[in-house]
């Protein structure tokens, strides 16, 4: 039993190490990766200075973080289809827009929890 506990948090360290270094190529690479961190800053400065519920600041604290997640998918999107070839392709365009796509309508769904937020406290 230890020796299959040892060996399952070896697999979680890895695996974290592996995603620190995926995160760490999106923000070396990818300056929109950098932006959404900012705007995050500034939403979570925003969603604690707020008198929120916690359910309301954790639903949008997770939403930027979802952003943040779409950035890095649609980033490992853009990986592959380079990887497969440079050349223009409709379908290679596509799955591009696809992943940007993913990115808009995850910061889209934010937005839209963040006027409800605020209307709601408005009222």
């Known amino acids: 039993m230890i020796g299959f506990l040892s060996k399952q948090g070896r697999r979680v360290v890895q695996r974290a190490i592996w995603s620190w270094d995926g995160f760490i190529h999106v923000f070396k690479t990818e300056g929109s990766l950098a932006q959404w961190l ?15 519920t916690a359910g309301e600041r954790g639903f949008l604290l997770m ?7 779409m950035e890095c998918v649609n980033t490992a ?9 440079t050349e223009r ?3 290679a365009k596509q799955a591009k827009d696809c992943g940007s ?7 889209i769904g934010v937005g839209i929890g963040w006027v409800c937020v605020i209307v709601g406290l408005l009222t």
Do not use: K, Q, S
Not at 77 to 85: L, S
């Open 38 to 52: 900012v705007a995050n800053a500034v939403f979570a400065v925003l969603a604690f200075a707020l008198p929120l």
């Open 101 to 107: 796509a993913a990115v808009a309508v995850t910061a």
């Open 63 to 69: 939403g930027g973080i979802m952003v943040l997640a």
């Open 89 to 91: 392709r409709d379908l």
């Open 77 to 85: 999107i853009e990986r592959v289809v380079d990887d497969i070839g």
